[in-house]
């Protein structure tokens, strides 16, 4: 399986970026996609996933009303649309996926990343 993140840059306070991660290497029916960030000395923390056949999506609280993540099936991509930016969401974006088992909020449970790809956010 591979993983590739892209879309990340500089936005001011409020703006918008739409992060993109082309999947390949293996069909991904029923499979998990999801997207996580990390800052610097902190833990990698679930931002959002959304499940590859039926599209459910689920959201960390902090981006709620503000990002949206999607998935073309014919293009084997997903996207995060990150509205009203914030300097708070400023990390390296990282998408991952993994079979639909167990929890799917935890960084550990997913054995399957991409490069990642950095956000800044200027205040």
């Known amino acids: 399986v591979q993983l590739q993140a892209s879309g990340g840059g500089v936005v001011q306070t409020g703006g918008y970026l739409r992060l993109s991660c082309a999947a390949s290497?293996?069909?991904?029916?029923?499979?998990?996609m999801g997207w996580f960030r990390q800052v610097p000395g902190k833990e990698r923390e679930f931002v959002a996933y959304i499940t590859w056949n039926l599209g459910t999506t689920y959201y960390v609280d902090s981006v709620k009303g503000r990002f949206t993540i999607s998935r073309d099936k014919a293009k084997n991509t997903v996207f995060l649309q990150m509205n009203s930016l914030k300097p708070e969401d400023t990390a390296v974006y990282y998408c991952?996926?993994?079979?639909?088992?167990?929890?799917?909020?935890?960084?550990?449970?997913?054995?399957?990343w991409g490069q990642g790809t950095q956000v800044t956010v200027s205040s």
């Open positions: 991952a996926t993994k079979e639909p088992m167990g929890t799917f909020v935890l960084s550990t449970g997913y054995p399957h």
């Open positions: 290497g293996r069909t991904f029916t029923n499979w998990v």
